[in-house]
């Protein structure tokens, strides 16, 4: 196999890789990337890399968003705002594929909190009579995979994780599993702003 034919399968592998994401709701990139490769008959190949299948979910997007995909998008954003304002003395913030732009049809609102206690976060959201699951994720954080708990309810159809974080998590973002780099995060002002913008924007006839 030479060079460009290894580059052009592991395109197409990063192509399929985020369809599945985006129409399927695979969160995962290792696993995207290993059923796309499995789908393709290209298991044997060079997988793409986290970055490459990213921009394949940014080329997707334009190429098949649709309206019902940008009332989609424009109401991740809305519950974003609503939740970051109901959690607002925890100092949320927004992260994920929202704030990413590779929303799918399957996404949540990602929000990162900060508290001490894992409880006083449940605590508020039991005196508002929202129903949760907790549950864990294994997030990098200098340099070291640790456990960070979290809560997964529903605002209307759309689905949220709170990941809770000790106070002085603020100072420190956990590494994106797409660059390596500390996650992007946006406060209650900025998702303010993009909301307004949306709304202001007429969807694609």
């Known amino acids: 196999m030479n060079d ?18 985006l129409e399927e709701g695979i969160r995962d990139y290792h696993h995207a990337k290993r059923k796309a490769a499995a789908h393709l008959g290209l298991a044997g190949g060079g997988l793409p890399t986290n970055l490459e ?11 098949f968003f649709t309206a019902e995909d940008f009332a989609r998008e424009t109401r991740l954003w809305r519950t974003a705002l609503a939740v970051m304002r109901l959690l607002e003395g925890f100092e949320p913030r927004l992260t994920g594929p929202v704030l990413e732009g590779t929303a799918g049809r399957h996404s949540p609102v990602v929000l990162h909190v900060f508290s001490d206690t894992t409880e006083a976060v ?6 508002r009579g929202i129903q949760y699951e907790e549950f864990e994720r294994r997030l990098r954080l200098r340099g070291e995979t640790r456990a960070v708990p979290g809560v997964r309810f529903f605002g209307g159809d759309v ?25 992007r995060r946006a406060a209650l002002a900025e998702v303010r702003e993009r909301v307004a913008s949306l709304e202001a924007r007429q969807p694609p006839g």
Not at 165 to 182: H, K, V, Y
């Open 4 to 21: 460009a034919w290894e580059r052009r399968a592991r395109l197409r592998v990063a192509d399929e890789a985020a369809r599945l994401m």
């Open 53 to 63: 299948i990213r921009d394949a979910i940014h080329r997707y997007r334009e190429l």
């Open 122 to 127: 449940l605590w508020h959201l039991i005196e």
């Open 159 to 183: 689905e949220v994780e709170v990941m809770v974080f000790p106070g002085l998590g603020l100072r420190e973002a956990p590494a994106s599993q797409t660059d390596g780099r500390p996650m």
